[in-house]
């Protein structure tokens, strides 16, 4: 299996984790891995003209969430994170208002990452987890989430 091969599977896993965790559900989820740098493998998720929706994603995940021009009328909302050492962009455009002060940037992390690292750590690679502890990591972050753990810094 080639460098190239080995990154998209761990990148799709990585995907398979993060799609549930991602409310309300993205438009569109891309994996980039090009032949010639398979080592700069990322997912980028796109929603729909929904600020709302990438706020609460960055939540979810941390990272760096920033606000930036995108041509004369548009901004992009971006958030720059990192699940399992795969790079995440999560983001939407909007229609620019006439007065925001760009960019926006605010970085934190939370519960539900912080526990997803520490179950890597104790399980390994998420694509070789059992049923089982599939299903005990799932009920964990269910439960941080119904503690409102999820939500805000850590």
């Given at each position: ?7 998209y ?9 993060l ?6 559900a993205?438009?569109?989820i ?6 010639q ?5 990322k ?13 609460r ?6 990272g760096?969430l920033?606000?930036?021009?995108h ?7 971006l ?9 995440l ?17 605010e970085?934190?992390?939370?519960a539900?990452q912080a526990?997803l ?10 694509g ?9 990591y799932?009920a964990?972050i269910?439960?941080?989430?119904a503690?409102?753990r999820?939500?805000g810094?850590?």
């Amino acid at each position: 299996m080639t460098t190239q091969h080995q990154k998209y599977r761990a990148a799709l896993n990585v995907a398979e984790i993060l799609l549930p965790m991602l409310n309300p559900a993205p438009n569109q989820i891309t994996i980039t891995c090009r032949p010639q740098t398979p080592e700069k493998v990322k997912i980028e998720a796109f929603v729909l003209r929904d600020v709302e929706a990438v706020t609460r994603w960055h939540a979810v995940v941390g990272g760096e969430l920033t606000s930036e021009p995108h041509g004369e009328q548009s901004v992009r909302w971006l958030v720059r994170a990192e699940l399992a050492g795969i790079p995440l962009e999560l983001w939407t455009l909007v229609d620019a208002p006439t007065a925001v002060p760009l960019p926006v940037r605010e970085r934190h992390t939370n519960a539900a990452q912080a526990a997803l690292g520490e179950w890597i750590d104790a399980h390994g690679d998420p694509g070789d987890w059992s049923e089982d502890v599939r299903l005990a990591y799932a009920a964990q972050i269910a439960e941080l989430r119904a503690d409102g753990r999820t939500e805000g810094a850590q």
